[in-house]
C-alpha cells in the first residue's frame, strides 16, 4: 500500500473567549452509539471499555507520524462526535472525539484526527495546533463497520477580555491520510447537543485509540 510521511503540524493565529454550551452538567457520558459512561476527568483516566475490533498496525514513539498508510477511506465514511468532559476552573476544555465507522467497508487510521474550528459562517479559524503522544504513541488501526475509535482534545482558550477573540461555534474533521471534512457535533457532558462558542487560543490532539481509557488526560 502506498506510503508517505506525515509530520505534526502548527498552525499560526490567535483566538479567544469562552465555551458556552447548552446543556452541559452532570457526569460525563458518551453518545449511544458508545454506550458507556463517565469517560474521564482532568485527573483521571477515563472509564474503560470498548474493545477491539480495531487491530493495531503500526507504532511510532515521537510526535512525528512517519510512514504511515494511505486510507481506503475518506472522511465522508465516519460519524464524528466531540463530547465534553469536566474540567478545572483554569482556561482550558477537554472533550473525547469518537469516530465512527459508518461505511461498509474496514477503514485505516492513522495516528490523529485534524480539527478546524471554524466560526458562524463555516469559516476556518486558524489557531496554534500540536498532534501529542497521548495517552500513548500512535497505531495505524484499522476500524471495522459499525465500530468506534477514540481522542482526547486538550483546548485553550482566550481571555473573555481579548478584543480579538474569535469565537468558534463549530469544528470540521478530517482524519490522517484521509480526503474530504465532516462536520464533528459537540456534545455535552450527558450527550446532549447545543449552541456553542468557544474561543480557541490553542489546541493539542491526542492519538485515535482503539479504547476510551485515558484519551483526555493531557
Known sequence: MLKRTR?????AALAGGA??????????????????????????PATE???SDLAPSDDHA???????????????DFKVTMQA??????????????????????????????????NMAGEAIDVPTENVNLPGPDAGLTLEPGKTAFAGVKIERAEK?????????????TPSDMNGEVNA?????????????IAVKSMQ?????????????F
Do not use: Y
Request: proline content about 4%; aromatic content about 4%.
Open 85 to 118: 468532559q469536566p474540567s478545572d476552573a483554569g482556561a482550558s476544555s477537554r472533550f473525547l472525539v469518537q469516530l465512527e465507522n459508518t461505511s461498509d467497508k474496514s477503514c485505516e487510521l492513522g495516528g490523529w484526527v485534524n480539527l478546524t474550528p471554524t
Open 185 to 197: 457535533e459537540v456534545e455535552g457532558f450527558n450527550g446532549d447537543s447545543g449552541a456553542v462558542e
Open 19 to 44: 465555551l458556552l454550551l447548552a446543556g452541559c452538567g452532570g457526569q460525563a457520558a458518551t453518545n449511544s452509539a458508545v454506550g458507556q459512561e463517565g469517560m474521564g476527568s482532568d485527573t483521571a
Open 7 to 11: 509530520t505534526a503540524t502548527t498552525v
Open 49 to 51: 471499555g470498548m474493545g
Open 161 to 173: 477580555s481579548d478584543p480579538d477573540a474569535q469565537v468558534a461555534s463549530g469544528f470540521t474533521a
Open 205 to 217: 490532539i491526542g492519538t485515535l485509540q482503539p479504547s476510551p481509557q485515558g484519551v483526555v488526560v
Open 62 to 76: 515521537s510526535g512525528t507520524h512517519d510512514d504511515i498508510s494511505a486510507s481506503n477511506c475518506s472522511a465522508e
